[in-house]
């Protein structure tokens, strides 16, 4: 079974967070979601987030993919953060899969790891001017490699069926997506 890790800062974006979460435990799935400290997460509309453990205590566990909520605060927190830095490198000299979405694509840009390929972001979170060596796209979700990009909260859905086809296979991609009502 495949393993993520969603790592939950202060002022993240609840409805990505949740609905990754969500959906990837809809396809079996391990979701790994990891506050920052011990405190319970407030989210940027002010929703309060239970993470399942802390951050030090999964530093030295493996994961198949690191997922980034965004919202601000949050991605700014993330991005703060050293810990966070070092395991998304680590993750991509393992050659595994690192994920952002909305304003968090800018973790990954400033952890080197957008240099050279095609992402997307929320408008203004990775421009151009700031890192010219990215590629950037108005694509809803982009996949480069092992990094996965998405746009925001209207996209959430879409990158997290995404990541389920990345992890898992088609199949099991359009098994969820067609119980949630959406055609596949």
Not at 9 to 20: D, F, H, M, P, R
Not at 68 to 87: F, K, Q, S, Y
Not at 169 to 175: A, H, P, V
Request: charged share 20%.
């Amino acid at each position: 079974m495949p393993r993520v890790l969603l790592p939950l800062a202060q002022g993240c974006e609840e409805l990505e967070a949740v609905t990754i979460i969500d959906l990837l435990r809809r396809a079996e799935i391990e979701v790994v979601s990891a506050g920052l400290d011990a405190q319970p997460v407030t989210a940027s509309r002010g929703t309060v987030l239970l993470a399942d453990t802390t951050l030090d205590q999964i530093l030295n566990q493996e994961f198949d993919m690191i997922v980034l909520p965004g919202g601000l605060p949050g991605a700014t927190n993330l991005d703060a953060d050293p810990r966070i830095r070092a395991l998304l490198t680590s993750q991509a000299e393992q050659g595994r899969w690192s994920a952002a979405i909305c304003a968090a694509p800018m973790v990954l840009a400033n952890a080197g790891l957008l240099d050279g390929r095609e992402a997307t972001s929320y408008p203004g979170a990775v421009t151009s001017a700031d890192y010219p060596s990215v590629r950037l796209s108005d694509a809803p979700v982009v996949v480069d490699g092992k990094i996965v990009t998405s746009r925001g909260p209207g996209t959430a859905m879409d990158f997290a069926l995404q990541l389920i086809e990345l992890l898992s296979d088609r199949e099991t991609r359009n098994t969820v997506e067609t119980a949630l009502m959406r055609p596949a």
